[in-house]
């Protein structure tokens, strides 16, 4: 099969896709088509499937500039304004209250370098360990978000979001076969763009 990317926005017009891209290409194509297109438009950010409103109004300079930003999840690395003080050097950690038994805690500061690195080994590894796991069951989400805001009055609605939560490819692929066609494969790129096998197999 060949690899399914997934934009990180998408705006559909009714059941028609309008445009897919970064959040500023997706606004300016929405700004281009208002006035000619009658059905309501809704942006959804693929990432969770969920709609988002955006002001659209001015130019597109504008528009642009009163967009969302996206999270930073990369420490800060721009040079410091204050002379750095003694310690270790802040490497993005964020500080934020933990409530254990205290047997953890114990276990936790018997480890070599104390809870704080135990801690953060922990959650390592079980990020890899269950990377897949967390990646398909947000894909899954996503597509089902989606599918409740544009497909939640089609036929078959309840029992395709059974086959997609049973991971039933096949079934679910034949219950949303007669859904608009924009429609369905946006809720089949969501839900599988990162397996290697095909609904339609």
Not at 19 to 32: C, F, R, Y
Request: charged share 25%; hydrophobic share 40%.
């Amino acid at each position: 099969m060949t690899e399914m990317t997934v934009p990180p926005f998408s705006a559909f017009a009714g059941p028609k896709l309008l445009a897919s891209g970064p959040l500023a290409e997706v606004a300016i194509a929405i700004k281009i088509a208002t006035g000619a297109i009658a059905d309501p438009i809704i942006i959804f950010d693929n990432a969770t499937g969920r709609s988002l409103d955006l002001d659209l109004r001015g130019s597109h300079r504008e528009i642009i500039a009163r967009l969302p930003q996206p999270p930073t999840t990369e420490p800060d690395t721009e040079a410091p304004t204050e002379p750095r003080g003694r310690g270790r050097p802040k490497l993005g950690v964020v500080a934020r209250e933990v409530t254990l038994l205290p047997r953890h805690w114990d276990w936790l500061g018997a480890r070599p370098g104390g809870a704080s690195v135990a801690l953060r080994k922990l959650v390592e590894d079980a990020r890899r360990a269950n990377g897949d796991r967390d990646r398909q069951r947000a894909a899954r989400d996503a597509a089902y978000h989606f599918m409740s805001t544009m497909a939640g009055n089609l036929p078959n609605f309840e029992e395709a979001s059974r086959a997609l939560f049973a991971d039933d490819r096949r079934r679910f692929a034949g219950l949303i076969a007669t859904w608009p066609e924009d429609i369905r494969d946006h809720i089949i790129k969501l839900a599988f763009s990162d397996r290697a096998e095909s609904t339609s197999a």
